[in-house]
Every structure is written in C-alpha cells, then in structure tokens.
C-alpha cells in the first residue's frame, strides 16, 4: 500500500435550493474540486459517487455515471456507493483503496444528496428506508425515534441530561454561524435548544440535523505525486469503515457504536495515533445524542462522560478539542449522501488554514466520522499535514 | 426439550422489560393518524428483544410488559400493574 493525499476539494453550499438538480449540485462540488486540484476531467482514472437515495428523492438512477459524463469525465469506472448517511464516507473508502493499492492514480469523489423536492413527512419515509423495515419502521419508527430511544438509554444509564443535549446544538449553531456555506446560521440559545418543538421525546427540533440540498468532493491522488496538483496536500494518515446491525433492537448495547469503536481503533492503529493527538474533530450530529456518543466511542471522553465533556466547552470552537466547527450536519446542513465527503472537505479547509472566521489555532492532526443509520456503517478518516 | 420448557418459553415470549422508548410526534404519513404514539424496545423474558408499540398506559424504562396483540404483524405491549 502506498501514502494517499488529498490534492482538492470542493463544496456547494447547504440549504433548500428549488432551482437546483441533483446533477447540477454534483457537478458543482465536482468542477470546483477538479480546478482546485488544478486537474481537468481527462486526468481522471476512477469515479466514485456517495449518494444515499437519489433514486427515491428524485427518480433519478444510475447516478454515477450520469454524473460523471456531467463532468466531462469520460469512459472511467463511474461506481455510485450507497451506505445510508456514510455513503460518501464509504465512497472515499473506496477511492482510497483503488489509489493505494495502485490501481488508479488520482480518483474523484462527490457525495450529493437532493432532498427538499419532498415534504418532510416523504423525507421521513424515504430516511426510514435506512432502518429495518421488517421490524423497527414496521412498527412506526422514524430515525429521529430510533435516536431518541438511544439518547433514553444513555440517560438512563449515564445519567446525560436535557441540557447536555442542548449543549451539543448550541455549539454546533455557533460554529455553523460563522460558516458561508451553511444551511442555518443561526446563533441558539440554551433556553431555545432545551425548549424546541417535540420531535421524539427526549429530542426536539433542536436535536435534528436539517434536510439539505448539497454536495462536496474531494480528489486523491498517491502522496508522492501530490506536489504536481497543490502545494497544500492533506496526506490521509488512517480510514477505516466498519459494520453492524442494522436494527436497533438486535445491538446488544446501544449507548454505544460499536462500528465506530472499531473503525476508529483501525484508523488509529493505521495512523500511528491516539484519541488524545486528534486536535480537531468533523462527527456525524445526526441528532445531538449521536454526537455525545461519538465523543465517547471515539475515545475523547470517558463512557457515559461525553455530556459533561461538551457542557464543559472542551468540544467547543475556543476549546482543547473542537468539534465540528463547520457547523456540523445540526446547523451547516445534512444532505445524506454529501455529508460524509463535506466533513473531509471542512476538515482540509482548517488543516490549510482556509476556515475564515473559524479557524482554530490547532490544526495538524484532524478526524472525520460518518456514520450510516443507526450505527451499522461507520466510516473514520484521520488526515495529516504533519 | 420438554413439555414444560415449551410452554414456558410460549408464555414469556409475551412478557418483558421497557429497555428503552420514546413517544414520537413527528412521522410519516402512514403513521401521522397515530400521533403521538409510544415505541419500545423490550427485553422479552425468553430472550432477545423486539421493537414493538405500547397500548394504553405510558411506559417507562424498566415498566414490565405483556404483549397485548399483533396489529399487521407488530407487536402491541401493556403496562403489567
């Protein structure tokens, strides 16, 4: 196997766009990244494509080389990766694999995700589909419940209150505030996060990442050849995805991930580092409470410390470890299939120092985690410019 | 396995304990009728869990259960006094 650095991103912003298409959001995110990788769509060996449901939102299938040729990206391997909320994290997986093992020199790939062309009750339906649908959503499920039954449990054994939820969207909406391309930037109080509309009890609307039109890319490229695309190369020090149940009910434990445990225990090992080198954070704020669990499975905090370990500003932008100062998938937008690769693409941004506003003075060592459904995929990516 | 342990397992693959809930207001529309409405976990006696929907009484983390009925195949649980 041989080193992989990231030679370019690119990111459309987050939001409702009515105007816009799947295809035409891809492509964006996808051009942008080629030029800032100062490539042309001819020097493209591989294209790979997360999306999670385009299919359902849109009627669109076989996406990727639909998008591809979009691109001017002609004759290649076009492969769409569909993994719940990880598809694109998976998708990088993928790409890495293909580039470090030598089959493919510099590989594209684009997470998108269309969703706001449906009401928010279709939206649900369609989110579902991630869940079991013989047994959970069968029973009238909805993915924020699913979370909601999590965050009870963790509570209950934990003792992570109401506030501590809060906490993790305050944050979030405080970064994302400072972020040109999100969805909502919007500051909240605590008073506003602990008091919003009830979704799935424990969890209100302030709890709930958005629903987003968006899309994001990254290119990769061997290390050794990352000098004829950018002078600011990201090496990807460690990735790891991993596995689980795809039922709630069938997870002997669900305060935690263990998808997230192993992924992250791979992607350390392969890095040469440990929770406590990680200067900066991108996790997967599906719901608040996936947050804190992230927190704690990837070793940042102790088990069951990851509410108090936020309330104590330790996640915060000014703190010792910031987490998800894009804003997160709670206040910069969740388009699912995007989300995976934007993370990639926020955390390069700090790693060049090219976050604006938020930048945080630490920034060398950065980690992604996506997760897909209610833990049954879990992507982990640790990026280097050490 | 014996006649005993058959008839065992038939009665406490109805009954359990609340391992986790949450009453959900926000659904889908083939669901939209029935908010707000309770969905559980239960850890059943015989062992295993399923993910079922209360009828009746509110419950709580460790409420003991009995399975009412099936609707369209989902188990429906009650509050055990």
Do not use: W
């Not at chain 1, 990639?344 to 938020?358: K, P, T, Y």
């Amino acid at each position: 196997m041989r080193p992989v650095a990231i030679i370019g991103i690119g990111k459309t912003p987050f939001g409702a766009f009515p105007g816009r298409d799947l295809r035409s959001l891809a492509v964006e995110a996808g051009a942008k990244c080629l030029k800032n990788g100062h490539t042309g769509p001819s020097q493209i060996d591989a294209f790979f494509l997360g999306n999670f449901a385009g299919p359902s939102f849109v009627g669109q299938n076989h996406l990727a080389p639909y998008v591809s040729t979009a691109l001017g990206i002609q004759g290649v391997p076009a492969t769409r990766v569909e993994a719940a909320c990880a598809s694109s994290g998976s998708a990088l997986f993928h790409a890495y694999t293909g580039v470090a093992s030598g089959v493919y020199d510099t590989v594209l790939v684009v997470g998108v995700e269309k969703m706001t062309s449906q009401p928010t009750p279709k939206v649900t339906e369609i989110l579902a589909g991630a869940g079991d649908c013989a047994g959970e959503i069968k029973a009238g499920s909805t993915f924020a419940s699913l979370f909601a039954m999590i965050a009870r449990r963790h509570m209950h054994e934990f003792g992570t209150t109401r506030e501590h939820l809060a906490a993790v969207a305050v944050k979030n909406h405080a970064n994302g505030a400072l972020n040109p391309d999100a969805q909502m930037r919007k500051v909240i109080t605590m008073e506003q996060a602990m008091g919003g509309k009830p979704i799935a009890d424990p969890l209100n609307l302030y709890d709930c990442s958005l629903i987003s039109d968006g899309a994001a890319a990254v290119l990769l490229a061997p290390a050794e050849r990352a000098g004829e695309f950018t002078d600011k190369p990201v090496r990807v020090l460690g990735i790891a995805q991993a596995s689980d149940f795809v039922a709630l009910d069938q997870k002997p434990d669900i305060t935690t991930f263990p998808a997230v445990r192993l992924a992250s225990a791979k992607a350390y090992r392969m890095a040469g580092v440990g929770p406590a080198d990680i200067q900066l954070g991108e996790l997967h704020d599906c719901f608040t409470i996936a947050e804190i669990i992230a927190i704690e499975d990837l070793g940042f905090a102790a088990r069951g410390e990851g509410g108090p370990f936020t309330l104590e500003g330790h996640t915060a932008r000014t703190g010792d470890k910031p987490i998800n100062t894009s804003g997160g998938l709670k206040s910069k937008g969740h388009p699912v299939g995007a989300t995976g690769v934007a993370q990639i693409c926020d955390l390069v941004l700090q790693m060049r120092c090219e976050a604006g506003e938020r930048q945080v003075p630490r920034h060398s060592l950065g980690l992604a985690q996506n997760l897909g459904g209610s833990g049954a995929t879990c992507v982990v990516t640790i990026l280097g410019t050490i | 396995m014996n006649k005993a342990t058959i008839m065992s397992n038939a009665t406490n693959d109805a009954t359990g304990t609340i391992y986790t809930e949450t009453v959900i207001y926000s659904a889908t529309e083939a669901f939209a009728a029935d908010v707000p409405y309770q969905t559980v976990i239960v850890t059943l006696d015989s062992g295993g869990r399923v993910t079922g929907r209360i009828a009746g009484e509110r419950v709580r983390i460790d409420d003991r259960v009995a399975r009412a009925e099936f609707r369209d195949g989902v188990p429906f649980f009650r509050k055990l006094a």
